[in-house]
């Protein structure tokens, strides 16, 4: 199943998460830039290289830790 970084985060992050973890965002973003978990943007999957640079880029200008609107996280890789 494929869901959106807010999905991801509001409903199975503290599945996945420790409960000391204070910024699930930040660990949701570090998890798919480092490939641990699968990402698909604009229906393809990307690879870990391609996943890897995302962090060049500034997807939201409140956010660091924001991914692309369009992506989607696994969630069976969390």
């Known amino acids: 199943m494929w869901v959106s970084p807010r999905i991801m985060r509001e409903y199975y992050a503290h599945f996945f998460l420790p409960a000391h973890v204070q910024d699930p965002q930040h660990e949701i ?22 996943a890897a640079a995302l962090a060049e880029t500034r997807w939201d200008a409140n956010s660091p830790y924001a991914l692309p609107p369009e992506i989607q996280l696994s969630v069976e890789d969390a």
């Open 29 to 50: 973003y570090k998890s798919v830039v480092g490939g641990t978990i699968r990402a698909r943007y604009r229906g393809r999957i990307l690879t870990t290289e391609e």
